[in-house]
């Protein structure tokens, strides 16, 4: 009975709710999201319903996120779980890894769609073992299929190009989106979206020894910021 005592003290102690609040609002305001779009902003960058996140921010009766909206939070605005959570006093930087990271600073179209892609492929590598990551298009080539600075989330366990769909190669360093066309006996033609480019054809015997790129992997969704 005296440690289930003790364990009660220390779970009332351990009221998580005001300070858990107090700095989720405070990133929001980092990011200069006015108070009225504070919920709506949480819902759309964890994928919850609104209702849900207002209670978040809720003066009165605060709420707590649960644990796949908590590592949402913590990718989409960079910071240590355990900071977010009251464990440790001082701010801490997410530590940076190649699926997650950045902040959204501002609610600029291009900037909140990066966030929100961040956000959907960390909480997508919660869910799924299948390693994917996001790329993004640095040139016009595949506009307007695909706008430039566009995220993409790339499929990094297929690394040949077997089928007709759409790639991310990297070629002289640089990553390159491309449309795939497998022709038998010839090779894969690479085309652009953009009519000022030209498609290329390579030929199946530099594909088949990999002199030509280096396949990032597939293209499996993009992000536009325009349908937003």
């Known amino acids: 009975m005296g440690e289930q005592s003790n364990a009660r003290r220390r779970r009332a102690l351990l009221d998580l709710r005001p300070g858990v609040q107090a700095r989720i609002i405070s990133e929001l305001d980092r990011c200069a999201i006015a108070p009225h779009a504070r919920a709506q902003n949480l819902a759309n960058l964890c994928g919850c319903a609104l209702q849900t996140a207002m209670r978040w921010v809720d003066p009165d009766k605060p709420g707590l996120p649960d644990v796949p909206s908590l590592a949402a939070l913590c990718v989409a605005f960079g910071v240590d779980a355990n900071w977010l959570l009251g464990l440790v006093r001082e701010r801490g930087e997410l530590p940076p890894c190649d699926l997650v990271g950045g902040r959204p600073a501002s609610m600029a179209p291009d ?3 990066s966030a929100w892609a961040r956000v959907f492929i960390a909480r997508l590598n919660l869910i799924q073992h299948v390693p994917v990551h996001i790329e993004f298009v640095a040139g016009d080539e595949m506009e307007p299929e695909i706008r430039a600075g566009s995220p993409v989330i790339v ?26 066309e497998v022709r038998i006996g010839e090779g894969v033609v690479l085309h652009c979206a953009n009519s000022n480019y030209r498609d290329s054809l390579i030929p199946e015997r530099d594909v088949m020894a990999g002199n030509a790129f280096d396949v990032v992997g597939r293209v499996r969704l993009v992000f536009r910021a325009d349908e937003l």
Do not use: Q
């Open 111 to 113: 900037v909140a769609l």
């Open 155 to 180: 499929d990094t366990t297929i690394r040949r190009i077997d089928l007709n769909g759409v790639y991310a190669l990297r070629y002289a360093g640089r990553v390159l989106v491309r449309r795939a």
